[in-house]
């Protein structure tokens, strides 16, 4: 590896998936404001919005999300094309 192209400031951080309130700590260098208190430690935080806890590949569940009768509103616009 290259000498003085990696970050030197990691530190551990706590992820917070919303969608869930799963959380969980790892090493990184990601720049935070925030903080949040697990086990009597702070941590910063940094929010997910989808985690492996909460995506459709990992947990095996799939949701499907229509905002604003998207679906119909394609089939209305394409129907003219179907035999």
Same mark, same amino acid.
């Given at each position: 590896m290259k000498k003085g192209i990696?970050?030197?400031n990691y530190r551990m951080v706590v992820?917070?998936?919303m969608s869930n309130e799963d959380? #969980?700590?790892? &090493?990184?260098?990601?720049?935070?404001?925030?903080?949040i208190e697990v086990d009597g430690v702070e941590?910063?935080?940094?929010k997910l919005e989808i985690s492996r806890t909460s995506h459709p590949f990992y947990?095996?569940?799939s949701?499907?999300?229509?905002?604003?009768? &998207?679906i119909d509103?394609? /089939?209305?616009?394409?129907?003219? #094309?179907? /035999?």
């Open positions: 990696h970050p030197e992820f917070k998936d959380v #969980f700590i790892t &090493r990184s260098t990601v720049d935070t404001k925030e903080t941590y910063p935080l940094v947990t095996g569940k949701k499907l999300v229509d905002t604003a009768g &998207r509103k394609f /089939k209305n616009k394409y129907s003219k #094309f179907s /035999k």
